[in-house]
C-alpha cells in the first residue's frame, strides 16, 4: 500500500519561499504518478499539482507559474518548491500517489501533511 511522509512545512510571509519533501515507500515509486493536494481550515481539498513517471507536470490556474513539482526516483522523493507565497496558499499540504482524479478520491493514500502558514 506504501507510507508517504511529508515535510517542509512552515510559517513565511507573504513573498517568501518553501520546499516540501515527500518521502515514498512501499511501492515503486518511479512508475507512480505522484500529487501535491491541500486542505485549508473548513474547506474541501484542492488539487495544486501532478507529476507523472516521465517527469510531465501539471498545475492549478491559482499556483501555476509560482509552484515548482519535481521528483528523484533514485530518492523515492517528490518535492514541492512554492515561491511568491500568498495567504491563501496557507493550508495542509498532502503528497499522494496516483494522478490528480485519484489523489483526490483517496484521501487515505495520503501522508500526514505538512503545515504551511504565509502570514505577516
Known amino acids: 500500500q506504501g507510507q508517504l511522509v511529508e515535510s517542509g512545512g512552515g510559517l513565511v510571509q507573504p513573498g517568501g519561499s518553501l520546499r516540501l519533501s515527500c518521502a515514498a515507500s512501499g511501492f515503486t515509486f518511479s512508475t507512480n504518478s505522484m500529487t501535491w493536494v491541500r486542505q485549508a481550515p473548513g474547506k474541501g481539498p484542492e488539487w495544486v499539482s501532478s507529476i507523472n513517471y516521465r517527469g510531465d507536470t501539471t498545475y492549478a490556474e491559482p499556483v501555476k507559474g509560482r509552484f515548482t513539482i519535481s521528483r528523484v526516483n533514485d530518492k523515492n522523493t517528490l518535492y514541492l518548491q512554492m515561491n511568491s507565497l500568498k495567504p491563501e496558499d496557507t493550508a495542509l499540504y498532502y503528497c499522494?500517489?496516483?494522478?490528480?482524479?485519484?489523489?483526490?478520491?483517496?484521501?487515505?493514500?495520503w501522508g500526514q501533511g505538512t503545515q504551511v502558514t504565509v502570514s505577516s
Open positions: 499522494s500517489r496516483g494522478s490528480k482524479d485519484y489523489a483526490l478520491r483517496s484521501p487515505g493514500d
